[in-house]
């Protein structure tokens, strides 16, 4: 069965980075459109970034541009999400998810939390 799983997420303090990975199994993850979501207590999900395909061409939502980064590594079938400078804002936790097309977002991690500190 399709399998994402989360990883890298934690505890840091306002101005650190971490690196989120997604692997994903189960699925031709080359075909699959990837993307990042994230949820904090009380708000809506929203989508932090997405990556097509090829990794040629992303999104990003305002709050993160150039601040975060999406890549993929279609051998490794995993997406990555390298966040710098992160802020009490980005706590949430972190979703990756797979679209097959027409963002139907199909297949959805389990999620991972991220808390940042002031």
């Known amino acids: 069965q399709v399998q994402l799983v989360e990883s890298g997420g934690g505890l840091v303090q306002a101005g650190d980075s971490l690196r989120l990975s997604c692997a994903a199994s189960?699925?031709?993850?080359?075909?699959?459109?990837m993307a990042w979501f994230r949820q904090a207590p009380g708000k809506e999900r929203e989508k932090v970034a997405d990556?097509?395909?090829?990794?040629?061409?992303?999104y990003y939502v305002d709050s993160v541009k150039g601040r975060f980064t999406i890549s993929r590594d279609n051998a490794k079938n995993t997406v990555y999400l390298q966040m710098n400078n992160l802020k009490p804002e980005d706590t949430a936790v972190y979703y990756c998810a797979a679209d097959a097309g027409a963002s139907r977002y199909d297949y959805w991690g389990q999620g991972t939390q991220v808390t940042v500190s002031s």
């Open positions: 990556i097509s395909r090829s990794g040629r061409n992303t």
């Open positions: 189960g699925l031709t993850f080359r075909i699959y459109v």
